[in-house]
């Protein structure tokens, strides 16, 4: 068997190329049986991953399977359920000067794609675009982070005892290996991380005009209403933002909101917090660690952006950071700045929402916005005044959980989309045919 980690990049490049002119990951049958086997590979291995990802972000077994094992598995079965049907080609009506002539679309894989994963969700966000690009018909470098090293070393163990391994390589590595990779034509790449190495892998794309889906993060914001229940909203919140001990790209990064409604948050928050994690979090088996000093130092001096009302305890040695909220945080203060990915939840208030409004289209496009009120005319007004690549109503993050929506950010929080069918577009070309009958 090939190691590709001793292969040049070229060569994994071309040897996967290679398989791809052969014609046989276009078969169908080589798709399923592809996505069946990285079925296999998950239900046969769940403790071993769910292991490596303790080891490198201390996340519980439980959120390991939902989050990782469970979600891809979900992905996988979406895919194989639609792939049929996805895959038909679609008619088109043709204007009537040609006559008996049909026209079609089909979708036609790429060739060789580069997956380039994150350390946060290390296993899903590596293995869910490979999902989508098998189906999709095409062969697949896939590049897990090197900041989450143990479930990387186990990716690049597992995947090709399970998979074709002329049409898929797991190429480990960090920066180095990265660029070299990069120096070589690919036919689509998608990168999730954030927008500086979303900067580079498009510019390196430029090269060989390659296309790119750039999954990225960003400031997140969650609107709530002073018609909302205080201790309900702060529950949804805490869930949604303490996950993975913040370490989410879709997590709400601040709360916006009104000054009283601030008010009634603060202790809500305190309390759902606890609720979800016990008066001592960092004996917790259900909260995660920061991934490593690097972050825990950058996390470490935003803590002091606000006042504390809940948190703030830390422990470089553990990498331990307290899920943390902050109140009467300046929108000038350092952890406004920045995208937090991590476990300290700063309260900004404004007047109304119109106010709120305008801080949101004043700052980047996030890769999330989050609402909770009971206004329909709040929702609306929200869906069609703002731009975000999501927006969830009444619950944070879980919008990524449904297979039929496109998860993908807009503007600064990315470009392009995948799940589902939505990884099928991205994958594939959508070749336009026409057949004009010769007698
Ligand atoms: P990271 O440091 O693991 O980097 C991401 C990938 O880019 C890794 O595989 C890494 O090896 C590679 N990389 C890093 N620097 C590089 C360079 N100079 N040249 C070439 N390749 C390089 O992860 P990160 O960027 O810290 O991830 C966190 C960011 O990702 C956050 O902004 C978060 O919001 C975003 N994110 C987005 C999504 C999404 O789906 N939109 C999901 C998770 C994380």
Redesign the pocket.
Do not use: D, Y
């Given at each position: 068997m090939n190691n590709p980690n001793l292969e040049q990049p070229a060569d994994t490049v071309a040897r996967l190329r290679a398989t791809f002119r052969s014609g046989r990951t276009k078969s169908v049958d080589w798709r399923t049986t592809q996505l069946r086997r990285l079925r296999e590979m998950l239900t046969d291995n769940g403790t071993a991953l769910a292991e490596a990802l303790h080891k490198d972000l201390s996340k519980s077994s439980t959120e390991a399977f939902r989050t990782e094992i469970d979600a891809t598995i979900g992905e996988i079965d979406h895919m194989l359920d639609h792939l049929d049907e996805w895959l038909r080609p679609a008619p088109v009506p043709v204007p009537e000067y040609l006559g008996d002539a049909t026209a079609w679309t089909q979708y036609d894989p790429l060739g060789v794609v580069l997956v380039?994963?994150?350390?946060?969700?290390p296993a899903q966000?590596l293995l869910t675009p490979v999902v989508g690009a098998l189906a999709a018909g095409n062969a697949v470098v896939a590049?897990?982070?090197?900041?989450a090293p143990a479930t990387s070393a186990v990716l690049a163990h597992l995947l090709p005892k399970y998979v074709d391994t002329d049409a898929v390589a797991v190429v480990e590595g960090?920066?180095p290996e990265?660029?070299a990779l990069?120096a070589e034509r690919f036919d689509h790449i998608l990168?999730?991380?954030?927008?500086a190495?979303g900067r580079?892998?498009m510019t390196a794309a430029a090269r060989h005009l390659t296309p790119v889906t750039l999954?990225?993060?960003?400031k997140s914001p969650a609107f709530v209403d002073r018609d909302t229940d205080p201790a309900d909203v702060a529950a949804r919140l805490a869930r949604g933002k303490f996950l993975n001990a913040g370490q989410t790209?879709v997590a709400p990064d601040y709360v916006l909101t009104d000054a009283e409604t601030a008010r009634a948050l603060e202790p809500a928050l305190a309390q759902a917090i606890e609720k979800l994690y016990g008066s001592e979090p960092a004996t917790s088996p259900e909260y995660g660690r920061i991934v490593n000093e690097r972050h825990f130092d950058r996390l470490s001096a935003l803590v002091d952006s606000g006042r504390i009302v809940t948190g703030g305890d830390r422990d470089r040695s553990a990498k331990y950071i307290a899920p943390t909220v902050l109140a009467d945080v300046d929108p000038q203060a350092p952890v406004m700045q920045e995208?937090i990915?991590g476990p300290v939840l700063p309260i900004v208030t404004v007047a109304d929402l119109d106010e709120a409004i305008n801080f949101i289209n004043d700052r980047d496009k996030p890769?999330a916005l989050y609402a909770f009120t009971e206004s329909a005319a709040t929702r609306r007004r929200l869906a069609a005044e703002t731009s975000s690549g999501g927006l969830g109503f009444g619950l944070p993050v879980v919008h990524v959980t449904v297979s039929d929506l496109p998860?993908?950010?807009v503007g600064e929080?990315?470009m392009g989309n995948y799940h589902g069918r939505y990884s099928l577009e991205t994958f594939s070309h959508r070749k336009a045919v026409l057949d004009k009958p010769l007698s």
């Open positions: 380039i994963a994150p350390w946060n969700f966000l590049k897990p982070s090197e900041l960090g920066i990265t660029t990069l990168c999730t991380g954030n927008a190495v580079i892998v999954e990225l993060g960003g790209c995208e990915f890769l998860f993908g950010g929080s990315g």
